[in-house]
């Protein structure tokens, strides 16, 4: 009888532990959960380009505030911009010819779930030569000290061949482009690629309180001893005239190359140089640029909005 009251009593513990387990679960899980979302892709044509609008909401229709949307094509992405009360638009001045579609992918966050919506887009046709210019990715989300790495691609069209010079605008303080290499010359019909590296700058610590010791022992040492040797020239009974300047003059010199190093030791010590803060953390759009002169008689520019997150 004991037995089966003791075997009753383990087992009610037990399910009340696994109970308790669950519920804890199932709350941890709906915390984190990301609410599902559906985008929503607009095209308003433009001569060779367009403006693309995405609207982003969950499903039951309430806009998303954080995340990026990426528009992407068979050649790659015509660049990102950030949602703003569920809305993200982009507009291209030229699209890569042959473009049939462009689906716009959002990215999601801490809230919403990823989402993308595709629809048609087209160009019209021209002779005259010309490029493309995409990327992948344009959207990147770092930490101040990381780095990331986009794909540029120049594409030509109707038998261009000339040089592109890369760039990037809207950069944030702290944060660097770097291409390799910054220029391309696409041959033939074949898309020429160059890699941009994004570097972000993180925070930095005070310099190091103390000076190096080879300049505190110079500091000390040699206005030391041209001390001593004043003094000894000084106090020289059999010197001439001239040494005794010398010695009077090196005195003047220990003296005032001691209190400078005093002075610039108390200083340094005090107020020293302030740290560096690096990459402050929010949203950035960085403009990526590619220029070119057709034939040495005009000048071709394209460009693509890259958006930054930094955490």
């Not at 909401?57 to 950030?82: H, I, M, Q, R, Y």
């Not at 033939?188 to 300049?215: D, I, N, R």
């Not at 200083?267 to 949203?283: D, K, R, V």
């Amino acid at each position: 009888m004991n037995l089966q009251l003791l075997r009753h009593g383990i087992g009610s513990r037990a399910a009340k532990a696994t109970g308790f387990l669950v519920v804890v679960w199932m709350l941890t899980a709906g915390a984190g959960a990301q609410v599902a979302t559906r985008t929503q892709l607009s095209v308003a044509p433009m001569g060779q380009g367009a403006t693309f609008t995405a609207k982003v909401a969950d499903v039951e229709g309430n806009p998303a505030k954080d995340g990026a949307v990426s528009f992407e094509t068979a050649k790659g992405s015509l660049g990102s911009a950030f949602v703003e009360n569920g809305v993200a638009t982009l507009t291209v001045e030229k699209l890569p010819q042959g473009t049939q579609s462009v689906t716009a992918s959002y990215s999601g966050d801490a809230s919403n779930a990823a989402s993308a919506s595709t629809a048609a887009a087209s160009t019209e046709a021209t002779s005259l030569p010309d490029f493309a210019l995409t990327a992948s990715p344009t959207s990147l989300s770092l930490t101040p000290g990381q780095y990331g790495t986009v794909t540029v691609t120049v594409t030509p069209e109707n038998g261009f061949t000339d040089m592109v010079t890369l760039s990037c605008s809207g950069v944030p303080s702290g944060a660097a482009c770097l291409f390799s290499p910054a220029t391309l010359t696409p041959l033939s019909t074949s898309a020429v690629s160059s890699t941009l590296q994004l570097q972000t700058q993180g925070a930095s610590g005070t310099a190091g309180m103390e000076k190096p010791a080879s300049t505190i022992a110079y500091a000390i040492i040699l206005p030391g001893v041209l001390a001593l040797a004043g003094v000894g020239a000084l106090r020289k009974r059999a010197g001439f005239e001239r040494m005794r300047m010398l010695g009077l003059v090196a005195l003047l010199v220990a003296s005032a190359l001691g209190l400078g190093a005093c002075s610039e030791r108390y200083g340094y010590l005090n107020h020293p140089p302030s740290g560096n803060p690096g990459l402050a953390a929010g949203t950035y759009t960085i403009t990526l640029s590619g220029y070119a002169s057709i034939n040495g008689t005009s000048v071709t520019g394209h460009s693509l909005n890259l958006t930054l997150t930094v955490k």
